[in-house]
């Protein structure tokens, strides 16, 4: 097995935290806590990416999300910190006050190119492009793809695993129910998982893409991964199960009854959860493991996504 380096950009080990929600008990595994600017599961991803971008000298990065792209904020300050310069390609429009993740994309001095549904339906092919006429100006630039989503980026959870493994407590867990938007921390609980020969349940509630299509990249990522990195252990896909339905208002949208449930959690545990995938994993994690129950050996991530609830205030405070 080929190990590849990692550059500590997170505060890790995140804690486990034991919740009691209306009257129900189960762990949190609290990835929200991994920084403050770098704050959420994108930024175990973005240790091994930026890595691999200085090790190319890379001028500047680029890569994409909606406009309150957790990822997105997490690689401009990534980079920042790392002196490279930024380039983000967000499916939105511009905003006269920016808000969110954008406000920090853009105080963080990332380059920002805004794109239409359509367009951001070839936005790899867009990067690329662009990266040409980049180069072609003596500028080395090295892509990260949607939610830092690849062989390389997906070790920071296969790596969460064995972080698991040594927390108190963790042994009696059967599951990890996590958001899954682009595929990739759920392709590296599944590896982590197989590695460490613990068979646990992943629960993976799709956010952005239908129930198919997020499989088929979860799949794509973990054999790509294998093969790459010379990973000889089978991975078991039947413990992968895909929550689908959960985000049938569309990934930029929250339904109010999903809102209800965040704000009575917010209220009553003292932990925010965002309108894009937490809050949506929350939803069906609370549907499906807690309501009527005492206790669920189901372990949920949260994986961030704060700054992406100032968007969306007026809902948030709406009755």
């Known amino acids: 097995m080929i190990i590849p380096k990692r550059i500590s950009l997170a505060n890790i080990p995140t804690p486990v935290h034991k919740i009691n929600y209306n009257g129900a008990m189960f762990l949190m595994k609290r990835d929200d806590l991994t920084g403050v600017e770098l704050t959420g599961n ?64 853009k105080l963080y001095g990332a380059e920002i190119e805004y794109l239409s549904k359509n367009e951001y339906s070839s936005v790899n092919e867009l990067m690329e492009k662009e990266r040409k006429l980049f180069e072609k100006k003596g500028k080395r630039v090295y892509v990260i ?54 068979n646990l349940k992943i629960f993976a509630v799709n956010v952005l893409y239908d ?27 039947s413990n992968l199960e895909i929550m689908d339905g959960y985000s049938s208002e569309g990934y930029k949208h929250i339904s109010r009854e999903k809102l209800k449930v965040i704000k009575d959690f917010a209220k009553k545990v003292g932990i925010l959860l965002d309108p894009a995938y937490t809050g949506k994993a929350f939803y069906a994690f609370n549907r499906s493991f807690l309501t009527n129950k005492k206790s669920s050996n189901v372990m949920f991530i949260h994986t961030g996504g704060l700054f992406g609830a100032f968007s969306k205030r007026k809902s948030y405070l709406a009755g």
């Open 42 to 105: 994108k930024i175990r991803k973005l240790e091994y990416l930026i890595v691999d971008a200085k090790k190319r000298n890379a001028d500047y990065i680029f890569t994409c999300g909606g406009e309150q792209s957790n990822h997105a904020r997490a690689s401009v300050i990534a980079s920042a910190a790392a002196g490279i310069k930024s380039k983000i390609f967000l499916w939105g429009t511009p905003k006269n006050i920016p808000d969110g993740n954008l406000f920090l994309s």
């Open 145 to 198: 793809p949607e939610g830092g989503s690849s062989p390389l980026g997906i070790w920071g959870y296969i790596n969460f695993i064995a972080e698991l493994k040594e927390q108190s407590g963790t042994n009696k867990i059967k599951g990890i129910l996590t958001a899954a938007g682009s595929g990739g921390t759920t392709a590296g609980l599944l590896i982590g998982n197989a590695i460490h020969n613990l």
């Open 211 to 237: 129930k198919i299509t997020i499989r088929n990249k979860i799949v794509s990522y973990v054999e790509e991964c294998l093969k790459k990195f010379r990973i000889n252990i089978p991975v078991d896909y």
